[in-house]
């Protein structure tokens, strides 16, 4: 497996993703699983960025890359993701994504999502990223 950092070599956006680990699907909790199958589903309907795992934490930019989207984002929170690779393909930037293990301690961790309140919340991100560049803000 290759590393996140090692891959801005080629990419300008690196991002991790569970989902391309078959090892992560036992070790996730299936609601956990079917949330996240399903942001993902949702997030690439709308954006169109076609990117399996956008709320996986490991994320590394190159550093005119990131400080060009960072100056372009307007979500705030924990939702923030699906706004920056969606900026970044918009601009053209090169993004892979490369298969992580979440270790079994991580998974174990009691989430802090609330899946009915932050769904309806990562809905209407999902809104106002598509808003935002109908309004040429990402331009």
Do not use: W
């Not at 299936?30 to 993902?40: H, K, Y």
């Not at 589903?41 to 930019?61: E, H, P």
């Not at 400080?67 to 993004?95: H, M, N, Q, V």
């Amino acid at each position: 497996m290759k590393s996140i950092l090692s891959q801005l070599k080629f990419f300008d956006v690196t991002i991790g993703s569970r989902s391309l680990h078959t090892d992560n699907h036992e070790s996730i909790k299936i609601l956990r699983r079917i949330v996240g199958r399903g942001s993902s589903m949702v997030s690439n309907a709308l954006l169109r960025y076609n990117i399996r795992d956008t709320q996986c934490g490991l994320k590394a930019f190159k550093k005119n890359v990131a400080k060009d989207l960072f100056s372009k984002i307007t979500i705030k929170g924990f939702y923030f993701d699906p706004e920056i690779l969606y900026i970044a393909r918009k601009r053209g930037y090169a993004i892979k994504e490369e298969r992580v293990v979440v270790l079994k301690n991580h998974q174990s961790r009691i989430s802090k999502v609330n899946v009915l309140k932050d769904s309806i919340r990562c809905f209407l991100d999902l809104l106002i990223i598509k808003l935002n560049d109908i309004r040429g803000k990402y331009g």
